[in-house]
């Protein structure tokens, strides 16, 4: 008795202390309704209007573009692909359907949102649909219309859509076989500058500071399209230091991003957090290519749709790597950046959710976990932390960031005072 006394009058010990620092976010859950299993891709970006813009999958129904106003904190549709390109949406769940909006979000200067649609899995062995093909759209926030500007390439999704609004051009990146297609946004035809070419699974299209479009070849070259002079060319990258990478090197895909300038690009692989810099000007058939060394260091290095070239002019990614820490298990989600001026790579912390109670993780009905809810686990000072995949990063104009997180699909808000 003496003892259950005095247990209960001593003082609770102190949480243990994480043995890195947090960056600490504000998590939304992406609007219920428009996603089937808590999931979207790369699909995100800041409006003109300043409001933030998510891709989302239904597997198997529809796809959608949510807004998100961070005043208010209000989320709505304002793209219904099946709506936009006239499609009903499946009584039963197919593989034939527009499932997932999984581009990059493409803010052209006039503020047009390009985005395009996807197909998905297939639901169950009875699935045996033929897809489609996918379709490219464009959403206006100032009048809020969006327009569907056809469909690229019979049988396959549109993975990235970039769009040159003064050449009258938008660039499309195809899924399965990864053609690339130019579409002419005023005859709304589609063509291939040379249809041998495959590109790298979810290539990325940019536009370099002399209005050429330029992409990443499957064998790891650069091919690069003039639309003044209808002229397509093959570069090389020739690196100071380590390869960027080679056909089915298991390195996984590349993701790459434009400098305010667009003389030059920052890429790093799926698979290897090197950061690389690539002139994007210089002349000849070799694209020089800076190895800026390693963002962060650890075992099982896995970096989504996450890079990006802020509007401070730094390098942000999002980074995951195996928890050897021995403070709780699973994985990792660190927010990395890079400052060009310093010459100087910095891990700003691991992601922490600031308010635990944005989504019930508490059982269902039958007593069982949600389903789609496994994405975010709670370290020993009982923080919670993505624990699976992030899938896009993306930074306002105000230096808010904002990432995207799946299981349940998360939208991440980091204040400016958070990420230093």
């Known amino acids: 008795m003496l003892l259950s006394v005095l247990l209960a009058l001593a003082p609770a010990a102190d949480p243990p202390k994480a043995p890195f620092p947090y960056v600490k976010a504000t998590a939304h859950h992406v609007l219920p309704g428009t996603h089937t299993d808590e999931s979207g891709y790369f699909s995100l970006c800041e409006g003109h209007d300043g409001k933030v813009y998510v891709g989302t999958a239904a597997y198997g129904l529809n796809a959608y573009l949510v807004e998100f106003d961070p005043k208010t904190g209000k989320q709505r549709i304002v793209v219904d692909v099946n709506q936009v390109c006239g499609l009903k949406t499946p009584e039963k769940p197919t593989y034939a359907a527009q499932s997932k909006i999984h581009t990059r979000n493409f803010v052209a200067p006039s503020g047009k949102i390009y985005v395009g649609s996807k197909q998905g899995y297939r639901r169950g062995k009875d699935d045996t649909a033929a897809y489609p093909g996918g379709y490219v759209v464009v959403y206006d926030p100032a009048t809020g219309k969006a327009e569907n500007l056809g469909m690229p390439f019979r049988g396959e999704g549109v993975n990235d859509v970039t769009a040159d609004e003064k050449a009258g051009l938008a660039y499309v990146v195809t899924c399965e076989d990864h053609h690339w297609v130019v579409l002419d946004l005023k005859s709304k035809a589609f063509r ?195 624990l699976h995949a992030h899938m896009a990063l993306t930074q306002a104009k105000d230096g808010t960031l904002y990432g995207t997180v799946i299981y349940p699909f998360t939208l991440l808000r980091i204040d400016p005072a958070d990420a230093k």
């Open 192 to 386: 291939e500058p040379d249809p041998e070419l495959r590109l790298t699974p979810y290539a990325q299209t940019l536009i370099d500071s002399k209005g050429r479009a330029v992409v990443v070849t499957r064998d790891f070259r650069v091919a690069r399209f003039d639309p003044a002079t209808g002229k397509l060319e093959y570069l090389t990258l020739a690196s100071d230091g380590k390869s960027v990478g080679a056909a089915d090197d298991k390195l996984g895909p590349a993701c790459w991003a434009l400098t305010a300038d667009a003389k030059s690009a920052y890429l790093i692989r799926m698979s290897d957090p090197t950061l690389f810099r690539i002139d994007l000007t210089a002349g000849g058939a070799k694209l020089p290519v800076a190895d800026l060394g390693r963002l962060i260091d650890g075992k099982g290095f896995d970096s989504r749709g996450s890079l990006i070239v802020g509007h401070d002019g730094k390098v942000y990614a999002l980074g995951r790597v195996n928890n050897d820490t021995k403070f709780g298990t699973g994985f990792l989600h660190h927010l990395l950046s890079y400052d060009p001026e310093a010459k100087k790579a910095r891990d700003h912390g691991v992601l922490a959710v600031k308010n635990p109670d944005w989504f019930d993780f508490g059982p269902g009905k039958d007593g069982k976990p949600k389903p789609w809810s496994h994405g975010f686990h709670k370290l020993p000072d009982g923080t919670v932390t993505p």
